[in-house]
């Protein structure tokens, strides 16, 4: 009679390692993936869904708003207004003459696969909004696992995807953003790249650069590349056809790097209408002014110094330590396993941000390009170590809602 009891646990426990066994098996990664993104995409969601039910009045919805109408306010309405009406051919102006905030800051990539939606399927925008941010940042986390593939082990692979699905500021992939089709683009350019095929990248990069800045970026990473095979040419062949290939992609995206700039330029009537739409938006903290390379940063010090009543050099001091900092870390083991490539990308992309970004509360989001850090995160194989580290990415998560996304009163802590 025991002895029977026991057949049918022992023949449930072996058909569930078998199915188990079958799903995780390499020709069914993305089986996990989807699970792991449905997951995270059910842990987000509640977030938000709690956030948006204590949601007061603001500029955008009523109190207590649905998920959709929560999901495109901040720069969301911008995306809104684009989709609609496109970008205005006359340059709004402030009372003292200066360019004020408006559409051109913001480009078309995603407004224009939102409209098409919208048009196929007669949704509103902010339904069709959702559901391509949805759409995009589960391809991005498919295509991330095949990138971490590449240079880290199967689970380590999946549990660097996990990372990416439960990060902080994954509510973004969920909202009325660009981000989720970006990372989208970015992830396959880094495929792309890491398996050399560079012709494959520009159709790409044309479309990656006008969905969020990024063509100055990706032109530097795999100008780098191109220095760095060439330096290496001897222990890993570089044939001409490559060469040719791989510096002609670094040329299209530089152009691509200046394409929106000349577009609002065309448009617009002005040379300098893009950089000065970006400019109101920093206009509030330090003032109108000229866009000079990696003097933001500076400016931002000073800014927050007064802000917080501390001593300029110190903020000065931890600046150029975090930044130092992070250039060492790009060179430790864990970073190394990530490649080079992956690891110029993310250098390339701090320079960017460097010399071009305010740093203010949008900066955080602004990281975000650098996830493919995510896979050096994931290298410690401890159980309690990832379960930890999971658990304070969703607690990420709500401080990020709370700070950025969720409007208390007068908030100037944008997304």
Partial sequence: MADGSLAPTGSFASTVRRATTAILAPERWWIVVIAIFAASRVVTTSLLLWFASVQGQNPWTGPAPDYFSFAKIWDGHWYYIIALTGYPSELPLTEAGHVAENAWAFMPGYPAVVRFIMTLTTLDFAVAGVIVSVAFSLGAALLFYRVMHLVLPAGTALFSVAIFC???LSAILQVSYAESMYLFLLTLSLYWLMKRQYWMLLPVIAVMSLTRPSGLAFALALGLHVVYRWWIRRREE?????????????????????????????????????????????????????????????????????????????????????????????????????????????????????????????????????????????????????????????AGQWAWIHLAWWVDAYDWTPP
């Avoid at 003032?287 to 917080?308: D, K, R, S, T």
């Fill in 166 to 168: 439960f990060a902080p």
């Fill in 238 to 394: 570089f044939p001409l056809r490559e060469r040719i290939a791989a510096v002609s992609a670094t040329l299209f995206s530089l152009v691509m790097g200046f394409a929106w700039l000349l577009i609002a330029a065309v448009a617009t009537g002005s040379l300098s209408a893009y950089t000065d739409t970006e400019l109101a938006w920093r206009a509030p903290y330090v003032g109108y002014g000229e866009l000079v390379p990696f003097a933001a940063w500076i400016q931002g010090a000073e800014f927050w110094a007064q802000w917080w009543q501390v001593p300029l050099w110190l903020l000065l001091v931890m600046l150029v330590a975090s930044v130092l900092a992070f250039f060492v870390f790009l060179f430790t083991t864990p970073a190394r396993r990530l490649g080079v490539d992956l690891r110029l990308w993310v250098a390339s992309y701090a320079l960017y941000l460097l010399a071009v970004f305010f740093p203010q509360s949008s900066t955080f989001r602004l990281l975000m390009p650098m996830f493919p850090l995510a896979g050096a995160l994931a290298l410690p194989p401890s159980r309690v170590y990832r379960a930890l580290l999971l658990a304070a990415c969703i």
